[in-house]
Protein backbone atom coordinates (compact mmCIF):
# COMPACT_ATOMS: atom_id res chain seq x y z
CA UNK A 1 0.00 0.00 0.00
CA UNK A 2 1.20 3.35 -0.83
CA UNK A 3 1.65 5.57 1.85
CA UNK A 4 2.94 9.09 2.09
CA UNK A 5 3.65 10.64 6.13
CA UNK A 6 4.31 14.31 6.58
CA UNK A 7 5.70 15.18 9.52
CA UNK A 8 7.50 18.76 10.99
CA UNK A 9 4.56 21.18 11.12
CA UNK A 10 3.70 23.79 14.11
CA UNK A 11 3.73 27.17 15.49
CA UNK A 12 6.72 29.15 13.98
CA UNK A 13 6.76 32.95 14.49
CA UNK A 14 6.66 35.03 11.71
CA UNK A 15 10.44 35.63 9.88
CA UNK A 16 11.01 32.01 11.64
CA UNK A 17 12.00 28.73 9.90
CA UNK A 18 10.97 25.26 10.01
CA UNK A 19 11.70 21.90 8.21
CA UNK A 20 8.75 19.58 6.80
CA UNK A 21 9.52 15.94 6.40
CA UNK A 22 7.26 13.41 3.88
CA UNK A 23 8.20 9.62 4.44
CA UNK A 24 7.23 7.35 1.66
CA UNK A 25 6.64 3.53 1.39
CA UNK A 26 4.86 0.99 -0.46
CA UNK A 27 5.89 2.10 -4.23
CA UNK A 28 9.64 2.76 -5.62
CA UNK A 29 9.89 6.43 -3.89
CA UNK A 30 13.24 7.01 -6.75
CA UNK A 31 11.19 6.49 -9.44
CA UNK A 32 8.87 9.77 -9.25
CA UNK A 33 9.03 13.03 -9.06
CA UNK A 34 7.31 14.46 -5.80
CA UNK A 35 5.20 17.59 -5.18
CA UNK A 36 4.29 19.55 -1.97
CA UNK A 37 0.80 21.68 -1.85
CA UNK A 38 -0.53 23.26 0.67
CA UNK A 39 -3.83 24.49 1.42
CA UNK A 40 -4.98 27.58 3.66
CA UNK A 41 -7.42 27.35 6.21
CA UNK A 42 -10.96 27.14 4.78
CA UNK A 43 -9.32 27.89 1.05
CA UNK A 44 -8.50 25.64 -2.00
CA UNK A 45 -5.20 24.26 -3.38
CA UNK A 46 -2.24 25.57 -4.03
CA UNK A 47 0.89 24.19 -5.62
CA UNK A 48 4.42 24.84 -3.70
CA UNK A 49 7.00 23.07 -5.12
CA UNK A 50 8.57 19.97 -6.83
CA UNK A 51 11.45 17.63 -7.37
CA UNK A 52 12.82 15.08 -10.21
CA UNK A 53 14.23 11.43 -9.06
CA UNK A 54 17.66 12.70 -8.45
CA UNK A 55 16.72 16.14 -7.48
CA UNK A 56 18.73 17.74 -10.75
CA UNK A 57 15.59 19.52 -11.39
CA UNK A 58 13.54 21.61 -9.13
CA UNK A 59 10.24 24.02 -9.68
CA UNK A 60 8.57 26.63 -7.28
CA UNK A 61 5.33 28.62 -6.65
CA UNK A 62 6.14 32.26 -7.38
CA UNK A 63 4.77 32.87 -3.81
CA UNK A 64 7.71 30.37 -2.43
CA UNK A 65 10.59 31.01 -4.77
CA UNK A 66 13.77 32.19 -2.36
CA UNK A 67 12.10 31.18 0.63
CA UNK A 68 11.20 27.64 0.31
CA UNK A 69 14.31 24.83 -0.83
CA UNK A 70 12.62 21.25 -1.92
CA UNK A 71 14.77 18.35 -1.38
CA UNK A 72 14.84 14.43 -1.25
CA UNK A 73 17.20 12.08 0.00
CA UNK A 74 16.15 8.86 -1.76
CA UNK A 75 18.36 6.29 0.27
CA UNK A 76 15.78 7.30 3.34
CA UNK A 77 12.36 7.50 0.96
CA UNK A 78 12.34 10.81 2.19
CA UNK A 79 11.33 14.28 0.70
CA UNK A 80 11.50 17.83 2.38
CA UNK A 81 10.24 21.36 2.02
CA UNK A 82 12.86 23.61 4.23
CA UNK A 83 10.67 26.75 4.79
CA UNK A 84 12.10 30.24 5.61
CA UNK A 85 11.48 33.88 5.98
CA UNK A 86 7.64 32.28 6.99
CA UNK A 87 5.02 34.89 7.33
CA UNK A 88 1.17 34.49 8.59
CA UNK A 89 -0.04 33.81 4.93
CA UNK A 90 2.03 30.36 4.86
CA UNK A 91 -0.39 29.11 7.47
CA UNK A 92 -1.64 26.21 5.85
CA UNK A 93 -2.29 22.47 6.05
CA UNK A 94 1.13 21.38 4.11
CA UNK A 95 0.22 17.68 1.84
CA UNK A 96 3.59 15.71 0.17
CA UNK A 97 1.96 14.04 -3.14
CA UNK A 98 3.24 11.80 -5.53
CA UNK A 99 3.96 13.59 -9.41
CA UNK A 100 4.86 11.95 -12.47
CA UNK A 101 7.32 9.63 -13.32
CA UNK A 102 8.66 11.31 -16.72
CA UNK A 103 7.91 14.76 -17.99
CA UNK A 104 7.36 13.07 -21.37
CA UNK A 105 3.90 11.99 -19.70
CA UNK A 106 2.89 14.27 -16.70
CA UNK A 107 -0.18 13.41 -14.61
CA UNK A 108 -1.93 14.41 -12.02
CA UNK A 109 -1.35 13.32 -7.78
CA UNK A 110 -2.54 9.61 -7.17
CA UNK A 111 -1.22 9.66 -3.62
CA UNK A 112 -1.21 12.33 -0.99
CA UNK A 113 -0.35 12.14 2.48
CA UNK A 114 -2.37 13.38 5.53
CA UNK A 115 -1.13 16.98 5.70
CA UNK A 116 1.17 18.63 8.70
CA UNK A 117 -0.29 21.82 9.73
CA UNK A 118 2.16 25.06 9.75
CA UNK A 119 1.19 27.86 11.95
CA UNK A 120 2.68 31.13 11.69
CA UNK A 121 2.19 33.46 14.53
CA UNK A 122 3.42 35.77 17.15
CA UNK B 1 0.02 31.15 -15.36
CA UNK B 2 -2.87 29.40 -16.37
CA UNK B 3 -5.88 29.93 -14.32
CA UNK B 4 -8.69 27.63 -13.06
CA UNK B 5 -12.32 28.66 -12.93
CA UNK B 6 -14.91 26.67 -11.28
CA UNK B 7 -18.34 27.18 -11.09
CA UNK B 8 -20.47 26.82 -9.01
CA UNK B 9 -19.43 28.13 -5.51
CA UNK B 10 -21.54 25.74 -4.11
CA UNK B 11 -24.11 23.44 -5.30
CA UNK B 12 -26.89 22.20 -3.66
CA UNK B 13 -28.59 19.20 -4.31
CA UNK B 14 -30.38 15.77 -3.10
CA UNK B 15 -29.54 12.39 -2.30
CA UNK B 16 -29.88 10.83 -5.45
CA UNK B 17 -29.63 13.30 -8.20
CA UNK B 18 -27.48 14.66 -10.32
CA UNK B 19 -24.90 17.06 -9.90
CA UNK B 20 -23.08 18.65 -13.15
CA UNK B 21 -19.77 20.60 -11.87
CA UNK B 22 -17.88 23.07 -14.29
CA UNK B 23 -14.20 24.05 -14.58
CA UNK B 24 -12.82 26.03 -17.28
CA UNK B 25 -9.43 26.88 -18.10
CA UNK B 26 -8.12 30.41 -19.09
CA UNK B 27 -6.24 28.88 -22.10
CA UNK B 28 -6.25 25.52 -23.41
CA UNK B 29 -5.04 22.65 -21.51
CA UNK B 30 -5.73 19.49 -23.77
CA UNK B 31 -7.13 16.96 -22.18
CA UNK B 32 -4.51 17.55 -19.13
CA UNK B 33 -7.23 17.96 -16.57
CA UNK B 34 -7.90 16.61 -13.26
CA UNK B 35 -10.94 16.61 -10.82
CA UNK B 36 -10.32 15.46 -7.10
CA UNK B 37 -12.66 15.14 -4.26
CA UNK B 38 -11.72 16.58 -0.47
CA UNK B 39 -13.78 15.73 2.68
CA UNK B 40 -13.44 17.80 6.06
CA UNK B 41 -9.94 16.93 7.55
CA UNK B 42 -8.84 15.14 4.67
CA UNK B 43 -6.45 14.91 2.12
CA UNK B 44 -7.52 15.43 -1.65
CA UNK B 45 -8.68 11.97 -3.25
CA UNK B 46 -7.96 12.02 -7.08
CA UNK B 47 -11.19 11.14 -8.79
CA UNK B 48 -10.77 11.64 -12.36
CA UNK B 49 -7.67 12.34 -15.00
CA UNK B 50 -6.82 13.34 -18.52
CA UNK B 51 -10.48 15.07 -18.34
CA UNK B 52 -12.40 11.18 -18.43
CA UNK B 53 -11.01 8.60 -16.89
CA UNK B 54 -11.81 7.65 -13.54
CA UNK B 55 -8.40 6.73 -11.55
CA UNK B 56 -8.04 3.61 -9.66
CA UNK B 57 -11.41 2.11 -7.27
CA UNK B 58 -13.36 5.17 -8.35
CA UNK B 59 -17.50 4.58 -8.70
CA UNK B 60 -18.78 4.33 -12.14
CA UNK B 61 -21.49 7.17 -11.28
CA UNK B 62 -18.71 9.81 -11.41
CA UNK B 63 -17.72 10.47 -15.09
CA UNK B 64 -15.84 13.37 -16.78
CA UNK B 65 -15.48 14.99 -19.54
CA UNK B 66 -14.20 17.99 -21.90
CA UNK B 67 -11.27 19.23 -23.02
CA UNK B 68 -9.49 22.71 -24.52
CA UNK B 69 -10.57 25.18 -21.72
CA UNK B 70 -14.37 23.38 -21.00
CA UNK B 71 -14.76 20.87 -18.74
CA UNK B 72 -17.31 19.02 -16.50
CA UNK B 73 -17.28 16.72 -13.42
CA UNK B 74 -20.99 15.02 -13.58
CA UNK B 75 -22.21 12.70 -10.72
CA UNK B 76 -24.97 10.85 -11.22
CA UNK B 77 -27.16 9.52 -8.27
CA UNK B 78 -25.80 11.14 -5.44
CA UNK B 79 -24.93 9.34 -2.64
CA UNK B 80 -24.34 10.38 0.98
CA UNK B 81 -20.90 10.25 1.19
CA UNK B 82 -20.28 12.05 -1.86
CA UNK B 83 -20.99 15.44 -0.05
CA UNK B 84 -17.96 17.22 -0.48
CA UNK B 85 -15.17 19.87 -2.43
CA UNK B 86 -14.51 19.34 -5.60
CA UNK B 87 -11.65 20.82 -7.23
CA UNK B 88 -10.19 20.44 -11.07
CA UNK B 89 -6.28 21.38 -11.65
CA UNK B 90 -4.49 21.65 -14.76
CA UNK B 91 -1.05 19.88 -15.33
CA UNK B 92 -0.96 20.74 -18.85
CA UNK B 93 1.35 23.37 -18.63
CA UNK B 94 3.83 23.72 -15.59
CA UNK B 95 4.86 25.00 -13.63
CA UNK B 96 3.10 25.95 -11.78
CA UNK B 97 0.13 23.38 -11.35
CA UNK B 98 -3.04 25.29 -10.65
CA UNK B 99 -5.76 24.20 -9.12
CA UNK B 100 -9.60 26.30 -9.24
CA UNK B 101 -10.87 27.51 -6.52
CA UNK B 102 -13.48 24.42 -5.71
CA UNK B 103 -17.19 23.59 -5.61
CA UNK B 104 -19.23 22.77 -2.52
CA UNK B 105 -21.60 20.00 -2.87
CA UNK B 106 -23.87 20.34 -0.01
CA UNK B 107 -27.32 18.71 0.85
Known amino acids: EVQLVESGGGLVQPGGSLRLSCVAS????????MSWVRQAPGKGLEWLAN????????YYADSVKGRFTISRDNAKNSLYLEMGRLRAEDTAVYYC???????????????WGQGTLVSVSS | EIVMTQSPATLSVSPGSRATLSCRAS??????LAWYQQKPGQAPRLLIY???TRATGIPARFSGSGSGTEFTLTISSLQSEDFAVYYC??????????FGQGTKLEI
Open chain 1, 97 to 111: ARDMVSTIVVVPFDK
Open chain 1, 26 to 33: GFTFNSYW
Open chain 1, 51 to 58: IDQDATEK
Open chain 2, 27 to 32: HSVGSN
Open chain 2, 50 to 52: DAS
Open chain 2, 89 to 98: QQYNNWPPYT
